[in-house]
């Protein structure tokens, strides 16, 4: 029995998931402050994957030179995440390439960290990508945030400082949240009132 399943077992794991810019970041702040539950965060995990010298690292270099490493004010050399979104969301080639690369590793570190709260009774797994990557046979129940289009491009285009085309361009590459839904235990609306989570989440955790 691996350590997936060993944990499975006695583990309530949270799979938090949503499109992009639906409030995830607010939610799991909320849950880290007022319920001291372990949080992993699959984006913290990528992001320590690809550090320098680290395989994932090596690997995005061979892939796309070394103009995806921001040089300026850059002694570490470490990759420009943002140039490298903007590279991966105009090519779907290279977004696959990437994606194919680090979804693996991210479930992998993940179920590792895991195994380090095996005394806890839950744990929350804050995973963008849950449905697209495939992440959820490593979660007991999944709850999806509720956000309506126009609030998450609103959001998208004052969080990252992009056009209104851009915004919708980046919300449609995701599923929808008709289709996540199907597969969703709890949904977490974040529509226009706090309360509707905030009541949600008392009631659950």
Known sequence: ?????????????????????????????????????????????????????????????DYFGKKIIDHKNNSEKAINRKL??????????????????????????????????????????????????????ICTEIWLVKCPKEIQKKRLIARDKISEKEAYESINLQLSFEEKRKFSDVILDNSDDQNKWIKTIRELL
């Not at 006695?10 to 409030?23: E, F, H, P, Q, V």
């Open 84 to 137: 490298l979104r903007n590279i991966i969301f105009k090519n779907s080639e290279s977004k696959e390439w990437i994606e194919k690369l680090l979804h693996p590793l991210i479930k992998e570190k993940m179920i590792e960290e895991c195994s380090q709260y095996k005394n806890n009774q839950t744990i929350v797994l804050v995973i963008p990508l849950l449905f697209e990557a495939k992440f959820e046979d």
């Open 1 to 61: 029995m691996d350590i997936l399943e060993k944990s499975k077992n006695n583990l309530r794991r949270i799979g938090l998931t949503g499109g992009i810019a639906s409030g995830k970041t607010t939610i799991t702040n909320y849950i880290r402050k007022h319920k001291k539950i372990p949080i992993i965060d699959a984006d913290n995990l990528s992001r320590e994957l690809i550090k320098p010298n680290t395989y994932g690292y090596k690997k995005i270099l």
